[in-house]
């Protein structure tokens, strides 16, 4: 191929060339599964055949029945993505999908490598230069996240004129976006922030991997396990009272 096909005589021969192909492949990838993925989405329809998303040296990407020959010039991609796509919430599908382009990347670089002779310095050398690039699984899933604590903040915006309850979710909508934070000195920072915080239930400091929520009639904030209440089902409640203040509520004469 020209360096941006699917098949041909395009074949790296060095380290640098494979990691050069490596690099290219995954571009065109990150780019179908991120700021192409409406477009990616429309051309995976379920009712067509079995297609194969294919990434290019030159940074594209294409998808495409999958290669007549056998065996084929190259390892093929996963095969069928399209039929899963309807199956699943478009997120999980879309980690799914970069999680087999992460094993199909690896298994061209390593089918050069075996190609053209590569030894364990050679073959060491690849993988620890292709080790130091995040996966496009831990791309596309940052990117996912991002994606919806967005539409969550837009969504918690225009309902501010409801009064605390959409307070509220703008609280636990904040702390649940500090666990996806990127940059270390940032969760440095929050993790310093809400060191003292402390579980309103069990008593147990805050942690950014866990979800809370705060009570809009005491301002305690509460594991979200401590209080038996979901991200998914935070986001339908107006007003969160925690197990205490609903009980003094039922307690009023």
Not at 14 to 35: H, M, P, S, W
Request: net charge negative; aromatic share 10%; charged share 30%.
């Amino acid at each position: 191929m020209d360096g941006g096909g699917r098949g041909g005589v395009y074949n790296p021969r060095t380290v640098e060339e494979v990691y050069r192909d490596f690099q290219g492949r995954r571009n065109g990838l990150i780019k179908a599964l991120t700021t192409d993925v409406e477009r990616f989405y429309r051309q995976c329809d379920p009712e067509k055949e079995n297609l194969c998303l294919y990434g290019f040296p030159s940074e594209q990407w294409e998808v495409n029945l999958p290669a007549e020959e056998v065996p084929p010039e190259l390892p093929e991609p996963a095969l069928g993505i399209n039929f899963a796509r309807d199956g699943m919430p478009e997120n999980d599908w879309l980690s799914l999908v970069a999680v087999h382009s992460d094993a199909w990347l690896l298994s061209v670089a390593y089918y050069f490598g075996a190609r053209f002779g590569f030894d364990k310095s050679d073959r060491k050398r690849l993988f620890n230069m292709i080790n130091d690039l995040p996966t496009i699984f831990e791309v596309v899933a940052g990117y996912c996240k991002k994606q919806t604590i967005s539409n969550h903040s837009s969504t918690k915006s225009k309902s501010n004129t409801k009064g605390r309850g959409s307070e509220s979710q703008m609280k636990y909508t904040k702390m649940q976006g500090k666990e996806d934070e990127e940059d270390d000195e940032l969760e440095y920072e929050d993790e310093d922030e809400h060191g003292d915080t402390l579980c309103g239930a069990c008593g147990e400091n805050y942690a950014s991997d866990e979800f809370w929520i705060c009570c809009d009639i005491c301002e305690r904030w509460f594991h979200g396990k401590c209080v038996k209440i979901t991200p998914a089902r935070a986001e339908h409640i107006k007003q969160y009272k925690c197990p205490s203040c609903s009980s003094n509520k039922r307690a009023r004469p």
